[in-house]
């Protein structure tokens, strides 16, 4: 789901002089590129932790990127990598669905997690096949997963296996706070282009002919 944003820099350039429109093609492309370095590598890398429980980890922050504009192709953006569908998902909601090969969810409970968040790899296979320490059911009314069996008290839940999909909510404003920030930065950024623009310009360094 594409945010966009347009900029309508028309009545401006119509007060420019010869030299300001020379720089201006070049100072555009390079102020909208800087101001979505800005926004996402700068800001949401950095404002994502506010909205995932625990902070986000560094495979998330990383995950956030920019596409620089030029010339030929006057646009700039910032998206999230493709492998990081779940940035997706916060932001703007939907269905979590299983990956790979798996059926359901494997969701955990009472299972450590990695750095990223996830179930590290094999350890539900590895847990499955030590049946004298756990099994897969479903106990009475509790959920259908992967449980901890003990001798003395009620089995425990170590990971979920009991739903196909889920809904998730958006709680990550990414769209709503990049563009605040855009408001805030964009013609602070713009003038500093502009700037270096005009003291690069080849009529700063005239030839004496």
Do not use: C
Not at 48 to 73: C, K, P, W
Not at 157 to 185: M, N
């Amino acid at each position: 789901m594409p945010v966009s944003m347009t900029i309508d820099m028309s009545s401006a350039f119509d007060m420019m002089d010869e030299l300001e429109r020379d720089a201006f093609p070049l100072a555009l492309t390079s102020a909208m590129t800087r101001s979505m370095y800005l926004i996402s590598n700068k800001y949401l890398r950095k404002e994502i932790h506010r909205y995932v429980d625990g902070g986000a980890v560094r495979f998330s922050e990383q995950g956030i990127l920019y596409q620089a504009a030029s010339l030929s192709n006057v646009y700039a953006a910032v998206y999230y990598k493709k492998d990081r569908h779940y940035l997706g998902t916060i932001t703007f909601g939907g269905k979590v669905t299983p990956h790979d090969s798996a059926n359901v969810l494997i969701e955990p409970v009472n299972q450590r997690v990695n750095k990223y968040g996830n179930i590290p790899r094999n350890s539900l296979k590895r847990k499955k096949a030590q049946k004298h320490l756990y099994f897969v059911g479903k106990p009475g009314s509790r959920p259908y997963g992967l449980y901890r069996r003990y001798k003395k008290k009620a089995p425990s839940l170590v990971i979920k296996l009991d739903r196909k999909e889920r809904e998730q909510k958006a709680i990550f404003p990414a769209p709503q706070r990049s563009k605040r920030v855009f408001h805030r930065i964009w013609n602070e950024v713009f003038y500093e282009a502009m700037n270096f623009r005009l003291n690069k310009s080849k009529y700063r360094h005239p030839t004496g002919f």
